[in-house]
């Protein structure tokens, strides 16, 4: 075999050996490309389903007093966008003043009831009490208690979201290993240090998860305390829509609950990204 045919099946031998090719990696634009089309899956998800919605009630002949077509869904969020944004402030409102005094006050009491004993034994059975009696069921007392005004839909707001935040916020605190506290011990670590540098970075993505679900619970604790008793914000806009019939108006509400939902959402996502930055590096 000469020379030269050597130096050619040296060159074709990945290819003969493996019988393909040898594998390229993608080049940047077509990382890009791919990045882009995979944050657009969402959106277009949406998309979809106002398609889809929009040719049901084309297809099926749905009468607009059962379900109107997004178009006039749309149209009317648009010619309500005064009555519908004042109302909106009224129950965003609710939500943020419902939903930050759950923070400020079922992060800490979950971690005082994981770290002390006597605290779990005084703290939780009343706790636990309360979240078993149906919070509908004392919703009215508030608007005795209280009156129409906002307090009562703060009130109700905090009992629905507190308790899935505790429970997070206890299983976060305790997720630690006790050998890495005994570590830190041996190597000079005080209380504050192993507290501020080991036990709260490990209980962030459990205390996360709670406050994601109270998130969500927020706005529907919000709306359900509007049902009960008041005479503004969007729940009471939704229950004069079905009162009335008015089915579009119903569904511009709810579009606009959704919005609000998404916003509140991502500012959940981007304060965990923000606070837990070790896992954004590990994830790249």
């Known amino acids: 075999m000469t020379t030269r045919n050597l130096t050619g099946e040296a060159a074709l031998g990945p290819t003969l050996a493996g019988g393909s090719a040898p594998h390229r990696a993608p080049s940047r634009a077509a990382r890009r490309l791919r990045l882009v089309a995979w944050n657009a899956l969402p959106p277009l998800t949406f998309v979809a389903i106002i398609a889809l919605w929009s040719l049901s009630v084309k297809l099926f ?5 059962l379900l109107p077509a997004p178009g006039a869904v749309f149209a009317r969020v648009v010619s309500d966008a005064p009555m519908l944004w004042s109302n909106a402030l009224v129950t965003l409102t609710e939500i943020v003043l419902g939903f930050g ?18 605290a779990r034994q005084i703290l939780y059975p009343p706790i636990m009490l309360l979240q078993l009696v149906p919070k509908i069921a004392v919703a009215p007392l508030f608007l005795v208690w209280l009156g129409f005004g906002m307090e009562s839909k703060v009130l109700l707001t905090v009992l629905m979201t507190f308790f ?38 490990a209980a962030l993505p459990v205390i996360f998860s709670g406050v994601k679900t109270s998130a969500t619970i927020a706005a529907t604790a919000a709306i359900v305390a509007e049902f009960v008793g008041a005479n503004q914000g969007l729940g009471y806009v939704l229950l004069r829509g079905t009162s009335t019939m008015d089915i579009e108006l119903t569904f511009a509400v709810l579009v606009v609950l959704t919005v609000i939902g998404i916003v509140i959402n991502y500012v959940v996502e981007l304060s965990e990204w923000l ?3 070790w896992q954004r590096s590990g994830a790249d």
């Open 61 to 65: 002949q749905i009468p607009a007093y």
């Open 164 to 201: 899935p935040l505790l429970i997070a916020s206890i299983s976060g605190f305790q997720i630690l290993d006790q050998r890495l506290l005994h570590l830190t011990r041996s190597m000079g670590a005080s209380t504050w240090q192993t507290f501020r540098y080991l036990r709260v970075p």
């Open 275 to 277: 606070m837990t930055p």
């Open 101 to 118: 005094l759950t923070i400020v006050t079922a992060i800490p009491v979950g971690l005082v009831i994981a770290l002390s004993p006597l």
